[in-house]
């Protein structure tokens, strides 16, 4: 409660967040000086950041070292609690957050910032064959089923098993993609190098399959021959124009120009679409609003929803037109839009005329491919190769959330920049670890095409 001048208590305005991501995060710490009860939701109860989810699930780093307690970011924010629970639905009506377990939270304004996950086109059989990277439990998924390619086929006595173990299949070449091909590229080459004594690791291959013409297609084309080079430089295969039309526990087929073609690989990545939290849809429905392809919603310039300017969607669960084109799923797009929501509350809290449009300050776009290289467009000036990478280390430093996490990443870089090493090689997944023997050929059901 907060008090007039003449001392009379007033309701102070109940601000609900749902998701902890870069948008709903920037928006609870953009009003810790307001006079407004703010209450995050999560289901999980940490912050990640997800650009580096890469170097989990290839070793590099641990998850405690991208992952901070969100209790721990708002310690001293004394207007926001935490509750971790699982969003259930929202009443509109009422102006109230359902929860799966059956309370109810009551609010003035509703910042919903629940994210997305994988798409496969229709295709959810596939999920289980090719794991995305969104999770912390994804990241470990993925680094379980790299590590243990490996050590299956350092047991196996079939030829044919053992290519397609060390065959990598990576499908999707945007920059997860791209980051993950030449991660896997480092550890087969260099932190593997050694340790096996009945393959050897450089053998591995690795594709990268990419429905459209060109890899890292949000970059200008320019730096079509720089990204090419540097994945022949990591020995990475990129399949342009192809696409996916199955994809099993023994590999994928793909199609190229009308012709089909099978790629023997036991570890299959996604990385090739997003679908929107389901919340949207259900939010869309109760509204009134619309949402497209992905599930993303509609939103109005002001990042409210129709009819109702007390509920805003931000994040990747937005569909943002600026101009002729949608504002990508990036976190500096979430943050900004967390930022704006906050200034909109504000305003109108004090009675001012709040901002009718958001603007998205494009700050730049950046991709590693591999050790030294990468790319990278800053406002007009545009980089790559080694000037990028380091460009891309400082600012991907500066971004994470807590400084103990930032000096743990800093020490971790620096020992893999000197050893190549990779110190977070665990299999910590039970299923993947405990799969059965392969010491004896394996019967395939698979036809080359």
């Known amino acids: 409660m ?69 209790r721990a970011i708002v310690r001293r924010q004394r207007n926001c609690t935490i509750l971790l629970a699982e969003v259930q639905g929202v009443d509109v009506e009422a102006r109230e957050v359902q929860l799966a377990d059956g309370e109810r939270v009551v609010f003035d304004a509703l910042i919903v910032a629940a994210g997305a996950s994988h798409s496969y086109f229709g295709h959810e059989e596939w999920a289980q064959h090719a794991p995305g990277l969104k999770t912390v439990e994804d990241a470990t998924t993925i680094r379980a089923r790299l590590l243990a390619a490996f050590e299956r086929a350092e047991r196996t006595a079939s030829a044919e098993l053992c290519r397609e173990l060390l065959t ?53 084309e320019d730096f079509d021959p720089v990204i090419r080079s540097a994945l022949d430089r990591l020995e990475v295969t990129l399949l342009p124009k192809t696409r996916v039309t199955d994809i099993t526990a023994e590999g994928v087929r793909v199609e190229c120009e009308g012709e089909s073609r099978w790629l023997g690989s036991r570890t299959v990545l996604w990385a090739a679409g997003v679908q929107a939290s389901p919340l949207g849809r259900e939010l869309a429905e109760a509204c009134g609003c619309d949402v497209d392809r992905a599930g993303r919603v509609i939103v109005e310039a002001d990042l409210t929803v129709s009819n109702h300017p007390e509920i805003f969607v931000i994040g990747d669960l937005a569909s943002v037109t600026v101009g002729d084109h949608r504002l990508p799923g990036l976190a500096p797009v979430a943050m900004q839009q967390g930022q704006f929501v906050a200034q909109v509350l504000r305003a109108r809290i004090q009675g001012d005329s709040p901002r ?39 600012i991907h430093l500066m971004e994470i959330t807590q400084f103990r996490n930032r000096l743990l990443v800093l020490v971790q870089w620096g020992w893999t920049f000197f050893t190549r090493d990779r110190s977070a090689r665990l299999i ?22």
């Open 2 to 70: 907060s008090s007039t001048k003449d001392n009379e208590p007033v309701e102070r305005p109940r601000i609900v967040i749902i998701g902890g991501g870069f948008g709903g995060l920037a928006t609870a710490r953009a009003l810790a000086n307001d006079l407004v009860d703010v209450t995050l939701i999560d289901r999980r109860n940490y912050h990640l950041f997800q650009p580096l989810l890469y170097q989990v699930a290839t070793g590099e780093l641990s998850p405690a070292n991208i992952a901070s307690p969100l």
């Open 168 to 220: 990598f299949v990576i499908v999707g070449a945007g920059p997860t993609g791209i980051e993950l091909a030449g991660a896997i590229s480092e550890v087969a080459h260099y932190a593997l190098r050694q340790d096996f004594r009945h393959i050897d690791p450089t053998d591995a291959t690795i594709f990268v399959v990419e429905a459209g013409p060109r890899a890292l297609s949000a970059f200008p």
């Open 356 to 394: 009718e449009r958001f603007e998205y300050r494009d700050r730049g776009n950046l991709a590693v491919i591999g050790r030294y290289s990468a790319v990278a467009v800053i406002g007009s000036r545009r980089w790559s190769g080694f000037l990028a990478w380091l460009v891309w280390i400082f």
């Open 428 to 449: 910590t997944n039970s299923r993947v670890s405990s799969e059965r023997s392969v010491s004896e050929p394996e019967p395939s059901t698979a036809k080359s095409g």
